[in-house]
């Protein structure tokens, strides 16, 4: 057993405040592995202190010094992404492949996006007799879940960095060792003291003691809808800025003009990525009622191809496991029939769930309505295009989607989704552009240009 001291505050690993202590467990064994410490509210007070004395520094740095010290961290992610990627695959079970490409090698794009953004990024407008200036909100909280341990980190860090602003990170208590190694390489990229410090913790405790610091300016949020709603009332209440990227059941649209095998594969892929423990992952696939059992038996092909253990890890808990069980088993109750998968365990050990596709389903079941954050897919049949768009659009999230079709066709489908991101025809993801929800799915957006204005306040200057 590993154990870990310390929390990263004000540039260097000070002793915790106390002496709990938080096991990390590897989901593909079971076993716990290293500890980590459990923060407390006095970690995060001196943490916020640090953040503060930093700011001004910070915020007063040109932006082409800035965007040098993010082009170093881009260097120390990418110099050490061997040891990110196993520790990932370690601590949230992610396979080696996925963890090395996707784990480790996103944050290296979006932390030297932001590197490249500075160079470009205008900090003052003009409009009529003003000039706009755009200036850093100040110290921010950023709380993380655990699904995308690092890319979380940084798509919140890189930006809030890029505007001139400091900032206190509380990762997932299932992925502290991920958060530790991003703070050393903060730390090897040379940020002055404070503007970026971590600290390990519990949610309820850690967490709600960095959204209700006084000397938090805004917290950044990506997690459950359920917490997300609590933060975002604190954060009203104290009138502080908030943004929230929270929970999805986005919707994959099958137009009648569209490939079917490569639509079917494409959504069936998206939920098996990590394990579905992803919040943009196109859970609910919609086809007319003409092509739909061939749509159905080509998904029960897609998903043979992800035998456990080898192209889909476990899930990150056992909570989590049985609470993707639960689904599946409500599935069933509820009348959608099981094509592939089920609730039966495929390996003795680990968190597994077998990778799962329900057909008939219908949208009022509680499997079209609630996000599982497993490899569960819902296949549901559509009358006409009035009724894929009804159905698409009749949940609570917004958070994503893909249309598949002529293009014309699909764009103006697109078009008409409530959704922050729509994929047409398969379109790949872009580390660029905007990432949020509409409805319940949450409050602004990341990355790229859009991203780092969450960070921003805005000040007119009237000549
Ligand atoms: P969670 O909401 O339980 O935890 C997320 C983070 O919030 C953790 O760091 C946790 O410690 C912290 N937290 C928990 N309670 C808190 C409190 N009372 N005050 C302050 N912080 C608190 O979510 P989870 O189970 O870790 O993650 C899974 C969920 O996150 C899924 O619902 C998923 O859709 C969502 N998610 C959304 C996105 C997105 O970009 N929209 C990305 C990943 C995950």
Redesign the pocket.
């Known amino acids: 057993m590993k154990v870990h001291d310390g929390m990263y505050i004000d540039g260097a690993w000070r002793p915790a405040a106390g002496t709990g202590t938080i096991a990390v467990v590897n989901p593909a064994t079971e076993e716990p592995f290293a500890t980590v410490p459990a923060g407390e509210p006095a970690d995060i007070d001196a943490a916020v202190r640090a953040a503060r004395a930093a700011f001004p520094g910070w915020a007063a740095t040109p932006p082409a010094e800035r965007a040098a010290r993010l082009a170093a961290l881009r260097d120390a992610l990418a110099a050490r992404q061997d040891e990110i990627a196993a520790t990932v695959t370690a601590e949230l079970g992610a396979p080696p492949k996925l963890a090395h490409a996707v784990h480790a090698g996103l944050p290296v794009t979006v932390a030297g996006s932001y590197a490249d953004l500075l160079g470009t990024y205008a900090f003052e407008e003009k409009v009529g007799n003003s000039t706009v200036l755009l200036e850093p909100v100040g110290v921010v909280g950023a709380?993380?879940?655990?699904?995308y341990p690092l890319h979380?980190i940084v798509a919140k860090v890189a930006p809030a960095l890029a505007a001139g602003c400091a900032v206190v990170v509380?990762?997932?208590?299932e992925t502290p060792l991920t958060a530790r190694l991003f703070a050393e390489c903060v730390h090897e990229a040379g940020f002055p003291a404070g503007v970026v410090n971590v600290v390990t913790g519990?949610?309820?405790v850690t967490?709600?003691a960095l959204?209700e610091h006084d000397g938090v300016d805004m917290i950044s949020?990506?997690?459950?809808?359920a917490?997300g709603r609590?933060?975002g009332a604190a954060a009203g209440g104290a009138v502080k800025r908030v943004a929230l990227?929270?929970?999805?059941k986005s919707a994959s649209v099958i137009l009648p003009g569209a490939d079917l095998a490569k639509a079917v594969a494409g959504s069936v892929a998206s939920v098996m990525s990590n394990s579905g423990q992803r919040?943009n992952a196109l859970t609910r696939v919609l086809v007319g009622a003409d092509r739909y059992e061939e749509a159905v038996a080509l998904a029960a092909e897609a998903a043979a191809k992800y035998p456990a253990g080898d192209r889909i890890g476990p899930l990150v808990s056992a909570a989590q496991r049985d609470r993707v069980v639960a689904y599946i088993e409500k599935g069933i109750a509820e009348g959608a029939r099981i094509v592939a998968g089920g609730p039966r365990p495929p390996l003795e050990r680990g968190f597994y769930v077998a990778p799962t596709v329900f057909a008939d389903v219908t949208p009022g079941m509680t499997i079209a309505q609630e996000?599982i954050?497993g490899p569960v897919v819902a296949f549901l049949r559509y009358e006409d295009e009035e009724d894929a768009l009804r159905i698409a659009n009749g949940t609570e999230y917004g958070?994503a989607g893909a249309v598949w079709g002529e293009p014309e066709a699909a764009v103006a489908f697109a078009r008409r989704m409530e959704a922050g991101q729509v994929d047409v025809n398969g379109g790949r993801f872009n580390p660029l552009a905007p990432f949020g929800?509409y409805k319940q799915?949450?409050v602004g957006r990341e990355l790229g240009a859009h991203g780092l204005a969450e960070y921003l306040h805005t000040k007119s200057l009237q000549f």
């Open positions: 709380i993380t879940p655990w699904n979380q509380k990762p997932a208590e519990l949610g309820h967490g709600q959204v949020f990506t997690g459950s809808t917490v609590r933060i990227e929270l929970g999805g919040c996000e954050f958070l929800g799915s949450g």
